[in-house]
C-alpha cells in the first residue's frame, strides 16, 4: 500500500482508522453525545493531508454515523412525540398497555439497529486494518459525491482565505507607498531654503 502512512502523526494509516472507526462507535453509545459520533471521523477526514485510504474510509465513517444520528433522532422524536408520558417506559412487563408494547417495539429495534451498526463496524475495521479499501453495502455508494461535496466546501474556504490575504497585502502595499509618499514629501521640505528676515540697526529690513 503506497499510502500507509498518514500525516497525523506520521503513524500507521491503519491505526487512524481504525481510531475513526470504533472511536464513533463507542461514542454512538452514550446519550446526547451518539447525535455527534460523525464529527470524530469527519475531523479526521479534514485534518488529513496525505493518504487517500485514510481520506476514503473516514468519508464512509462519516457518512455511516450520519444515517445513525438521522435513526437515533428520528426513533427519539417518534416516542416524544407520540408518547412522551412513555418515552423512559421501556419493556415494562408488569404494565403491558399499548403504548408500552409500542415504545418498548421501538426500544428493541434502536437498539437492534445499534448492534447491528457495532457489528459492520467492527467486520470494516478488521477489514480496513490489512489496508482493504472495504466499501459497506449501499454506504459505500455515497462516498466519491460525500468527498466531492467536501473538497468543494474545502476548496472555497480556500479561495476566500486567498482572497483576504491578497486584500490584506494590497492594504498592506498601500500604506507602505502612502508611507514613502509622505518620507518624500519631507525630504522635499527639508531641500527647500527657508528666507530669513533679518532687521538691521536701523530698523530697515533685509532679506
Do not use: C
Not at 1 to 8: L, V
Not at 135 to 146: C, D, E, L, T, W
Not at 170 to 183: A, G, P
Amino acid at each position: 500500500m503506497k499510502d500507509n502512512k498518514s500525516s497525523i502523526g506520521g503513524i500507521d494509516a491503519n491505526i487512524v482508522v481504525l481510531i475513526g472507526y470504533l472511536g464513533g462507535l463507542f461514542l454512538t453509545w452514550i446519550i446526547i453525545i451518539n447525535y455527534f459520533a460523525w464529527l470524530l471521523p469527519l475531523f479526521i477526514y479534514i485534518i488529513e493531508k496525505k493518504s487517500e485510504y485514510v481520506k476514503n474510509q473516514m468519508a464512509q465513517a462519516t457518512i455511516l454515523y450520519i444515517f445513525v444520528s438521522i435513526i437515533t433522532l428520528i426513533f427519539n422524536l417518534i416516542w416524544i412525540v407520540m408518547f412522551p408520558t412513555s418515552y423512559n417506559v421501556g419493556l415494562n412487563l408488569n404494565n403491558f398497555s399499548g403504548s408500552t408494547l409500542v415504545v418498548s417495539t421501538m426500544n428493541i429495534l434502536s437498539v437492534t439497529i445499534t448492534v447491528l451498526i457495532t457489528l459492520v463496524v467492527i467486520v470494516t475495521s478488521m477489514k480496513t486494518w490489512y489496508y482493504e479499501n472495504y466499501k459497506m453495502p449501499v454506504i459505500g455508494f455515497f462516498v466519491p459525491s460525500f468527498r466531492n461535496l467536501l473538497d468543494k466546501i474545502n476548496l472555497n474556504k480556500k479561495n476566500n482565505n486567498d482572497n483576504e490575504k491578497i486584500h490584506l497585502e494590497e492594504i498592506q502595499d498601500s500604506e507602505k507607498e502612502k508611507n514613502i509618499d509622505i518620507e518624500e514629501d519631507k525630504e522635499l521640505t527639508k531641500e527647500i531654503p527657508i528666507k530669513k528676515k533679518v532687521t538691521n540697526k536701523k530698523g530697515k529690513k533685509k532679506i
